[in-house]
């Protein structure tokens, strides 16, 4: 019976994401691939090896669905996440995400990058070099139970990106992607509600000047390639102020 209401989860969480248009060509694969660069990249060129290999099949998608976010909490403890990212995911320092509320989807993803130097950050590629997969998933599945909290005050009218785009630069509303409450949205786009201003602006550097590529095909690193560090700028107090979703 489990496995019945298992599946259905799964065929429900799935049909979500070819709806969202944001998964387009899942695969099946074994538990195996999901420890291992799932890509095979011969005859590509070296930049492509380093991008975007994390593969979304049934084996991702079971594994995240299985976290166990009462071991996961433990795992956070003994692995001094809590150090950094505050006791419920909340960060005390300006440039250290606030991971509370992070759909399990994207943390998985974020490490599993890390772990393979796909997306660059010592600290990071330390800790997740020391978790398997489903430790990883069941700490990912503690803090997506927590609850994001604006960073700052003073919340704004969104600006016309969030909201509207600008078709002209052919920049789709930020909204579309990562949900009206900027809470995140299937499984590829992260909550960015009560993100910590410095952390943001730096996220948005980083795409801007392709010194992050972990996001398939590129995506934000076209949207944010195009906006003015004015722009970076206010998105990022509308984000940090935004209160969560009640
Ligand atoms: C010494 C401080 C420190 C510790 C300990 C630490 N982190 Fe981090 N973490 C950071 C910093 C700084 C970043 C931002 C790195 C970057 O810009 O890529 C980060 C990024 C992340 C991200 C990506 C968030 C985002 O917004 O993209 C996740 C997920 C994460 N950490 C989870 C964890 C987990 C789980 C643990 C424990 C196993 C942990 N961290 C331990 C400092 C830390
Ligand atoms: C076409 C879909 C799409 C649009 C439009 C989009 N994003 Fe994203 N965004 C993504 C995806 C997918 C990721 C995850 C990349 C990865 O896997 O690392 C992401 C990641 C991010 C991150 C990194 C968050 C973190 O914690 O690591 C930030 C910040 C961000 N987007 C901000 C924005 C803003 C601001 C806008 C609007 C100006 C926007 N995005 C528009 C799809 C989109």
Redesign the pocket.
Known sequence: MKQVKQLKHLSLVTLTLLISGLLTAPAIASEKAVEEPTTKTEGKAPEAEKEARFIWNFATIELIAKGDAKNGEK??KV???K???GDTGISDED???S?AG?PAA??VK??FD?KEGI???K??AK??K??SMTE?AD??AW?AEQKPEPSQSGGKKPPALVTEGDMKRLLLPCNVCHGKEGQGYGYEA?ALTG?KRE?FV??MT?FKDSD?ENDHYQRMRFVAGQLTEKEIEELADYYAAKPSEE
Request: with cysteine; glycine share 0%; proline share 5%.
């Open positions: 795992l956070a692995h001094k996440c150090k950094c990212h440039d250290t995400p991971i992070q994207y943390h974020q490490m890390y997306r660059e950050e600290t990071m800790k997740a020391k978790l990883t700490i990912a803090y992260p993100q952390h730096d996220l980083a992050r």
